[in-house]
């Protein structure tokens, strides 16, 4: 499926990591970020969405089920600026509380897909020869099943309801992204791991006799994580969209779930009287995949010293 | 050259199983009956539970019942729905749609995205620059379902410039739209890549050889640059045309177009797991196969790349 | 911007005769996020038809900056020509519009670079790339034009040049590429050739074998021959006169055997005394220690001041202009007399 696979990097686009990147991270990297302003926009952005997600107590008096239905579909004014929807709720209120499940979701399975496609891909790129292709051409597999649509079959085929605990519906919808997503993840760590591995004190770390794993968590990993955070970290805007996406078509989150995609599926039969329905949590949900977006772009350009 | 297609196409064999028994495994492994909800409300009559599961092998363990499936793709015979349709002749209705789709979407890609990234690389740091970097950042971050719905409803029924849905008759000019909505994101990217590219490109060596023989202006940009610029955008284009032509479940399901994305999600939707099984086979073999054939373009395009 | 630097010394043109190429009191800067990097400060030199003018320096010092700028093929921005004139044949090239100073390029001045892989087209046939010439500047057909190139690859010497005319760069070996650099550069039969490092990223004979082309065919077109090195063994048999650069600017200058027999500048010496030669072999190169000063900020006083053995007091505040020391010989050293004489001792630092 084409349309909506969630904004990712190319694999090339990813920064090469070697000794040096991994040292600029500390100091020269950081230094050059808080001076774009990409950054700066963006790490905002950043801490006020997740701010809102985690108390959206602060920015709205009222509770996503306060709805009156003899409001329903009222447009914006200065009592709700913007607007009622269908079950006569406050879009506003919604759009506040919606900002949780899609961000949760975002960072979740950007958690599982670092957890799966990080450790494969150490792996493969680590201990190379037989390990890699089987990895690898497992990585092939899952990469040929277009994300949207292996999610939509998997959830197609664990269907849920309206009495479904909210955290399992969030669980599986991360489970059956991150289950399709770790391919991308595992394919730039293990490029990652080779550069590193082959690097010279790596070699000489081999050469004194040290041991496969304490060897993975005290040379390759610190080194080779760089670039996975920052793709990671722009998928984060692509699972958020991906999300939004599967609840948009009906087997995402579910009602009772407060979520930006469900809002946006619900506007869709009403989209030519009221806009406002689509236009609110629309934006909410693009200015929150932008953020991401933007911030892990700004990493990467401080990160790549081509780039500057 | 026939050696490496050869090998190539020899890899593919794993991935297209790999793929296949998954999606097979989904849809047909799950607890519960399979035959649940299948025909509508009732339960479904006894003698045609007796006639699928004796068709599909499904009283056979899992590999062997699906060994027994691909046997049957491998000779063309993709098999019928519950509903007595042939997969095979439901595919071959939707391909053409989904075809002319995809190409309405490359030549957006081709048009405004080379387009914009060409005037972008060219000056780099101007307005004009900064505008693209803008733009194609915020229309990354707009996941497709959004940029479709808004542009439905502004450009489709708000204006009526464009038909806002395409039901049976797909013609060119009512596949615009969602043409441009199936676009968008890739567009984004070609435009940036495109940027980068041409903008490495200008400032190398050959480029000031061409100008050190007197090139003109247009024939050192035109040629000399451009030539080596586009290598990687087109390939990231045919890439992306192998995507395409797997259908667009969200693009198509929004603007009605009656292409492969619809048919697989109303099939998803329906758990049709026949239909489901055989359109995903046809539209990985033909992701595989134009990747297969975008890397020999590739190789025809960059004299350096040998598939010898 | 010519103020500020000390001595525009007029030269001796040989006998009135406007010479083919005549760089005067050049500048070029590159203006960067790190700052201002002064790259060309004052250069001055002429050339004439048939002479061949070595351009020796360190890294850095500014030599292919100046050979872009005569060429007009500065990275623009960040490079800028803040001052000075480039004349071929009088014609001052830095004062035409684009249109018109690009039909010196190729056709009167060529140049051929140091890294000849990376300075050809990698997608396009070396034929192709030799056969453009004839076909932007001289309008001839595909087939002619690829007639002529053959030509052209048989004249610098590439064996089975009709059978590989269609070959890409990477499948030539790095003397056989530089080979057809220099045929594109001699295509249209330049009056002036500028060669940058021709064989720095070649091996030993190689290098001379292209070293031994070039000398023949700027002895048959009668060319004025630019050639720019780093060390003075590799020029020293072919060329007529050198320049020596650094930070910008001209050091020394001198007829090349006048130079190898005794510098008058300590930088030259330095750079003598660090040529491997043949009959001290096994013994240790002295380079020069230290470092070319920072273009973004040169310092005040000679510019070699602080890797120079003989530095005093004087040259802390004056920066020595480029003055005549003995006829023909022009060095910018405010001891240059008795460093050509021998008759100064090194400052114990
Ligand atoms: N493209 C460029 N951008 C910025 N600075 C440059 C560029 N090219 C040259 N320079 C500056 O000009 C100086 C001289 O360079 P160059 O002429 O290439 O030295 P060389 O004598 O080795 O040929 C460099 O040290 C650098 O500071
Ligand atoms: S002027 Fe002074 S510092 Fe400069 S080269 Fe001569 S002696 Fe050395
Ligand atoms: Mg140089």
């Known amino acids: 499926m084409a349309d909506p696979t969630p904004p990712v990097v190319a694999q090339a686009e990813a920064p090469e990591t070697t000794e040096t990147t991994v040292r600029t991270l500390g100091r020269d990297a950081w230094h050059d970020l808080v001076r774009k302003p990409t950054f700066v926009v963006s790490a905002v952005l950043f801490v006020f969405f997740v701010t809102i997600a985690i108390a959206p107590g602060l920015f709205t008096s009222l509770s996503p089920t306060d709805c009156d239905l003899a409001l329903s579909r009222q447009g914006p004014s200065s009592a709700a600026w913007f607007g009622y929807d269908n079950n006569g709720c406050d879009v506003y209120t919604h759009t506040i509380y919606g900002a949780r499940a899609s961000i949760m979701v975002g960072v979740l399975t950007a958690i599982g897909v670092l957890l799966i496609g990080g450790i494969t891909g150490t792996i493969a790129g680590f201990y190379g020869r037989a390990t890699d292709t089987v990895v690898s051409r497992l990585g092939d597999i899952f990469f040929g099943i277009p994300l949207l649509l292996g999610a939509l079959i998997v959830l197609v085929s664990f269907p849920g309801g309206a009495d479904t605990p909210e955290l399992v519906t969030i669980s599986k919808v991360v489970l059956a992204l991150a289950a399709l997503g770790w391919p991308q993840i595992m394919r730039i760590t293990r490029s990652s791991v080779l550069q590193v591995r082959s690097a010279d004190y790596v070699q000489a770390a081999r050469a004194l006799g040290a041991g496969g794993v304490r060897m993975i968590l005290k040379h390759i990993v610190p080194n080779s994580i760089a670039p996975v955070i920052v793709v990671a970290t722009i998928a984060i805007g692509g699972y958020i969209a991906a999300e939004a996406t599967l609840s948009f078509l009906g087997v995402g989150l579910q009602p009772p779930v407060v979520s930006w995609g469900l809002a946006i599926s619900r506007a869709q039969d009403y989209v030519r009287t009221s806009p406002h329905m689509l236009l609110f949590p629309a934006s909410a949900l693009s200015l929150c995949v932008l953020a991401f977006i933007m911030l892990g772009d700004a990493i990467r350009d401080a990160l790549d010293p081509k780039l500057r | ?308 | 911007m010519a103020t500020t630097q000390a001595g525009i010394v007029p030269r001796p043109d040989q006998a009135g005769v406007t010479p083919l190429l005549e760089v005067e009191d050049l500048h070029v800067e590159f203006r960067t996020r790190d700052g201002v990097a002064k790259a060309v400060n004052g250069v001055s030199y002429t050339l004439h038809e048939g002479e061949t003018l070595a351009v020796l320096g360190e890294s850095g010092s500014g030599k292919s900056v100046t050979a872009q700028a005569i060429m007009g093929i500065l990275d623009s921005p960040p490079g800028f020509v803040t001052g000075g004139a480039v004349r071929f044949r009088g014609q001052d090239l830095l004062a035409l519009p684009d249109d018109e100073r690009r039909a010196y390029r190729g056709r009167s001045i060529s140049m051929i670079f140091q890294d000849a892989l990376s300075a050809l087209n990698p997608v396009f046939p070396v034929g192709w790339q030799i056969a453009e010439m004839f076909r932007v500047h001289e309008g001839l057909s595909k087939k002619d034009a690829r007639k002529r190139a053959i030509e052209l690859m048989e004249q610098v010497r590439i064996p089975a040049a009709r059978e590989r005319v269609g070959d890409y760069p990477h499948q030539f070996s790095g003397g056989m590429r530089q080979r057809i650099m220099i045929a594109m550069a001699i295509a249209l039969d330049p009056d002036v050739l500028i060669a940058d490092e021709p064989t720095t990223a070649l091996d030993v004979t190689v290098q001379a074998q292209i070293m031994q082309l070039l000398a023949d065919l700027q002895r048959d077109r009668n060319m004025g021959l630019i050639l720019i090195a780093h060390d003075l063994g590799v020029v020293a048999d072919v060329a007529d006169k050198i320049e020596v650069m650094y930070s910008g600017r001209i050091m020394e200058q001198a007829p090349v055997h006048d130079i190898y027999a005794a510098p008058a500048h300590p930088y030259t010496k330095g750079l003598l005394e660090s040529i491997p030669r043949v009959d001290l072999k096994g013994q240790e190169l002295s380079a020069i220690k230290g470092l070319p000063p920072n273009l973004t900020n040169i310092p005040a006083g000679c510019e070699f001041r602080p890797r120079c053995p003989y530095a005093r007091e004087i040259c802390k505040e004056q920066r020595p202009p480029l003055a005549e020391v003995v006829p023909g010989r022009f060095s910018a050293c405010h001891f240059a007399q008795e460093v050509l004489e021998g008759d100064i001792e090194p400052v114990q630092q």
């Open chain 2, 1 to 308: 050259m026939g050696r490496y297609v050869a090998r190539r196409l020899l890899q593919m064999i794993p991935v297209v199983i790999g793929t296949t028994f998954i999606i097979y495994a989904l849809v047909w492994a799950l607890p519960g009956d399979p035959f649940a909800g299948r025909c509508g409300a009732r339960p479904c009559p006894a003698a045609y539970v007796a006639e699928m599961t004796d068709k599909y092998n499904l009283d056979d363990p899992l590999p062997i019942a699906y060994l027994q499936y691909f046997g049957n793709l491998l000779t063309g015979d993709f098999g019928e729905t519950f509903q007595g349709l042939s997969v095979g002749e439901e595919l071959l209705r939707a391909y053409p749609t989904t075809v002319r789709l995809a190409l309405v979407a490359i030549a957006f890609e081709i048009l405004i995205g080379i387009g914009a990234g060409i005037l972008a690389g060219l000056r780099r740091g101007s307005f004009l620059d900064n505008l693209v970097l803008v733009s194609t950042l915020v229309v990354v971050s707009i996941p497709v379902f959004v940029i479709g719905s808004v542009l439905q409803l502004f450009l489709g029924m708000r204006w009526g410039i464009f038909p806002a849905t395409v039901g049976g008759d797909a013609s060119l000019y009512n596949l615009i739209l969602p043409g441009f909505v199936l676009a968008a994101l890739s567009l984004a990217y070609v435009a940036r890549l495109t940027r980068t590219s041409l903008a490495e490109n200008r400032r190398a060596d050959y480029v000031r050889t061409a100008v050190a023989k007197g090139m003109p202006q247009r024939r050192v940009i035109g040629i000399h640059a451009m030539r080596n610029s586009l290598i990687p955008v087109i390939t990231f284009i045919g890439a992306d045309f192998g995507a395409l032509l797997g259908g667009a479940i969200v693009t198509e399901g929004i603007f009605n177009v009656p292409g492969v994305g619809n048919l697989i999600f109303r099939s998803i939707t329906a758990r049709d797991g026949v239909m489901v099984t055989g359109a995903v086979t046809v539209l990985v073999l033909v992701f595989l196969l134009v990747n297969l054939l975008v890397d020999l373009v590739y190789g025809w395009l960059d004299p350096r790349i040998s598939h010898g």
